[in-house]
């Protein structure tokens, strides 16, 4: 068993929960490592049962200690459920049972308790309607030239993700990035308590899950909430540009880092190159930033600022820039019978617009295809803003839209009124594949664009031919 991070005991009394000890041997006096799905368990681990819609994660706690996990939290309800015989399964396999009233409540808490035994750790926290994930990204690679860095890896930023995240850390890291996603009301105000961050940086401010929130008024409060543990020495960066700004830094109690372009002391211009990304001009050195995009390079920026804020040096700014590559489903670049832009890890208004307005800029010889798939969770506003992009779509620099998604209706139906640019709407994967497929050429360049639920990312064979 790996290093022990905390003992059953010491959680107990943190958590004010009963421990049962079955009454046997215990495998072990703490646990090493910690999972919320038993497929996940190893010998050592903690088993947080969590309960979900669908599934009860306490029906898995058998499982999770025949893996070899040394210890189960779950809620005193569950302890009084007899189908369930927890007592029996803990004493039967040796395992700790750590009962609460609620597992989700206590599992955040348990990670602040133990994020706190790091004092030395400096913790950042990063939200915003989009560009977190690639601005957290951007910021680990800039940070570990110089710092021992631990972050949340992948999508790990929910309200369980967050908290498994943080039992990462560990004595030699010196500093934590982490993102701090949400999609319902009072989720990051958890996410702040868990991280209690030293330094918050807002990216911007958007519609994504703006049918979960009601509006961009309701989003931004949301997340300007990631500020709410601040007691007066922590720092908020807010984006300078954004219409937000002054919302956001209203009554935060601590410092006040308005970032953009203008604010970063090193820059001293930039060139777009396109599908190729920018060129950054840092301190009167070039660097290659291969991500494309003003939003991109609006997260470099975020970045950047954050770097200066640590102190890092001009090359390993430079170094980090120059080291980014595009994650899954965010401005990935294929090439094959076409060149594809592939962004559909999640779409919402203002990252469509901007990804159509990117293709557009960007100079190119052949034909240009644009591929859109639905923007979800835009509750009430969704019929208005696929209509709204389908009017951009109707003067773009296409030479064909291809829209797909029963949410796109309202945007193919704009297209329609317009009668610009030529467009294909289908809600089907098959068909769309297919008109696709006989309508591409060889040095096309497509965008493929739409949220994650459309799955658009199943076309890459066929834009690049790679299969047929």
């Not at 301190?283 to 804020?309: D, S, W």
Request: glycine share 10%; net charge negative.
């Amino acid at each position: 068993m790996d290093k022990m991070l905390m003992s059953f005991s010491h959680l107990s009394q943190i958590l004010g929960a009963r421990l049962f000890t079955g009454g046997g041997q215990p495998r072990a006096e703490g646990f090493s490592s910690v999972c919320i799905d038993s497929r996940n368990a190893e010998a050592g681990a903690l088993f947080v049962a969590l309960r979900g819609e669908s599934l009860d994660g306490h029906r898995f706690v058998e499982a999770a200690f025949k893996a070899g996990a040394a210890g189960a939290l779950v809620d005193s309800a569950a302890m009084e459920d007899s189908s369930l015989g927890l007592a029996a399964l803990a004493e039967k396999n040796g395992g700790i049972l750590i009962a609460v009233e609620n597992t989700l409540r206590a599992f955040q808490d348990a990670a602040r308790a133990y994020i706190e035994q790091f004092p030395n750790l400096l913790r950042i926290g990063i939200t915003g309607s989009s560009g977190k994930t690639t601005t957290k990204e951007i910021a680990v690679a800039i940070a570990k030239n110089e710092k021992q860095v631990v972050m949340n890896e992948g999508n790990l930023n929910s309200e369980t993700g967050l908290p498994l995240s943080v039992f990462n850390v560990r004595s030699h890291h010196e500093v934590g990035i982490f993102e701090a996603a949400m999609n319902h009301p009072g989720e990051m105000a958890d996410l702040a308590r868990v991280l209690n961050p030293h330094i918050a940086l807002i990216t911007n401010i958007g519609s994504a899950h703006i049918g979960l929130l009601g509006s961009r008024d309701a989003i931004a409060a949301e997340k300007k909430k990631l500020f709410c543990e601040f007691t007066g020495e922590n720092t908020a960066f807010i984006p300078a540009e954004d219409e937000y700004r002054e919302f956001l830094a209203k009554d935060v109690r601590g410092r006040k880092v308005f970032y953009g372009a203008s604010s970063l002391s090193g820059l001293r211009g930039f060139t777009d190159m396109g599908l190729e990304g920018t060129e950054i001009d840092w301190e009167g050195e070039k660097a290659r930033f291969g991500l494309p995009g003003r939003f991109n390079l609006a997260n470099a920026f975020a970045a950047v600022a954050l770097a200066q804020e640590l102190r890092l040096s001009a090359a390993s700014i430079r170094k980090g820039l120059e080291s980014v590559k595009p994650l899954f489903g965010r401005g990935e670049i294929f090439y094959g019978r076409t060149t594809l832009l592939r962004d559909c890890y999640n779409s919402n208004p203002e990252s469509a617009g901007a990804a159509v307005e990117f293709c557009d800029s960007v100079e190119w010889k052949g034909r240009k295809v644009y591929v859109l798939g639905s923007m979800l969770e835009l509750g009430d506003t969704s019929d208005a803003s696929h209509a709204a992009l389908g009017s951009q779509l109707a003067s773009c620099k296409a030479e064909k839209v291809f829209l797909f998604g029963e949410e796109m209706r309202p945007g193919a139906e704009a297209m329609e009124q317009e009668a610009g640019v030529p467009f294909f709407y289908t809600t089907d994967r098959r068909e769309l594949s297919r008109s696709l497929d006989e309508y591409l050429e060889s040095g096309d360049l497509v965008l493929l664009k739409g949220s994650r639920g459309c799955a658009l990312e199943t076309l890459t064979e066929i834009l690049t031919g790679e299969k047929k």
